[in-house]
C-alpha cells in the first residue's frame, strides 16, 4: 500500500455525530497534516501534528498520532453538514529533503442533516 | 491572513499547446511548491523549489514541465505541450521555511482541462 493511506475511503454519518477517520503510512516521518477539501476546490490547513507529539487539539478536531504503529486518526465532534468535504493526510518526512508531502487518498465524508 | 492565490481558476487549452500556471505565494515564505490531482485522485507532488532552483521533482515533472520566479512574488509552472493527461487540478503551495512552522499553505487551484 501507499503513503498515508485513509480508510475508511467514505463515511456517513448525521449531524451531530462524531466522524473518525484514520491514516496509516509506511516510512518515518517529520510530521503529520490533514486537509480538507471541498468538492473540486482547493485543500485546507486543518491540523498539524509533530512525530513526537501524540494528540492534538484544535476546536471540534482532535488528531492522534502513533508512530509505532505509523497511524494517526482525525475525529471530528458534533459535526455538521459544513463538514462535508473529503478529508486528507499528509506526510512530511523532513530531513533534508524539500519536504514535499505524500498524499493519501483521502476519506470522503458526508454529513446528513 | 496572508493566503496563496492562483490564477487562473479554469484554463481550458488544447493538446499541444502551452499553458502557464501562476501563483503568488504567501510573501514571506520560502519554500514553493506545485502539486496536481487528477479527477478523483490522490494529490501527487510535481516539484519544489527554494532558493531560486529546483529542489526536488517527482517522476510526473518530466522535460514538459518548468518552473520560474520571475520575479520577486510570482511563482509559475509551465507545460510546454499538453497532453491530455496532464488535465488536472495543480495546485501551488507555500512554506516559511523556518523551524516551528512546517505548515505547506495551499492555494485554491487551478483546474487545466485539456482537449
Known amino acids: 500500500s501507499q503513503q498515508g493511506e485513509e480508510d475508511p475511503q467514505a463515511l456517513s454519518i448525521q449531524e451531530g455525530e462524531n466522524a473518525t477517520m484514520n491514516c496509516s503510512y509506511k516510512?518515518?516521518?517529520?510530521?503529520l497534516q490533514w486537509y480538507r477539501q471541498n468538492s473540486g476546490r482547493g485543500l485546507v490547513h486543518l491540523i498539524l501534528?509533530?512525530?513526537?507529539?501524540r494528540e492534538k487539539h484544535s476546536g471540534r478536531l482532535r488528531v492522534t498520532l502513533d508512530t509505532s504503529k505509523k497511524s494517526s486518526s482525525l475525529l471530528i465532534t458534533a459535526s455538521r453538514a459544513a463538514d462535508t468535504a473529503s478529508y486528507f493526510c499528509?506526510?512530511?518526512?523532513?530531513?533534508?529533503?524539500?519536504?514535499?508531502?505524500?498524499f493519501g487518498k483521502g476519506t470522503k465524508l458526508s454529513v446528513i442533516p | 491572513e496572508p493566503e496563496v492565490t492562483q490564477t487562473p481558476s479554469h484554463q481550458v487549452t488544447q493538446m499541444g499547446q502551452e499553458v502557464i500556471l501562476r501563483c503568488v505565494p504567501i510573501s514571506n515564505h520560502l519554500y514553493f511548491y506545485w502539486y496536481r490531482q487528477i479527477l478523483g485522485q490522490k494529490v501527487e507532488f510535481l516539484v519544489s523549489f527554494y532558493n531560486n532552483e529546483i529542489s526536488e521533482k517527482s517522476e510526473i515533472f518530466d522535460d514538459q514541465f518548468s518552473v520560474e520566479r520571475p520575479d520577486g512574488s510570482n511563482f509559475t509552472l509551465k507545460i510546454r505541450s499538453t497532453k491530455l493527461e496532464d488535465s488536472a487540478m495543480y495546485f501551488c503551495?507555500?512554506?516559511?521555511?523556518?523551524?516551528?512552522?512546517?505548515?505547506?499553505?495551499f492555494g485554491p487551484g487551478t483546474r487545466l482541462t485539456v482537449l
Open positions: 503551495a507555500s512554506r516559511i521555511d523556518w523551524g516551528g512552522t512546517d505548515t505547506q499553505y
Open positions: 516510512t518515518s516521518i517529520n510530521n
Open positions: 501534528i509533530r512525530s513526537n507529539e
Open positions: 499528509a506526510t512530511d518526512p523532513g530531513g533534508a529533503g524539500s519536504y514535499q508531502l505524500t
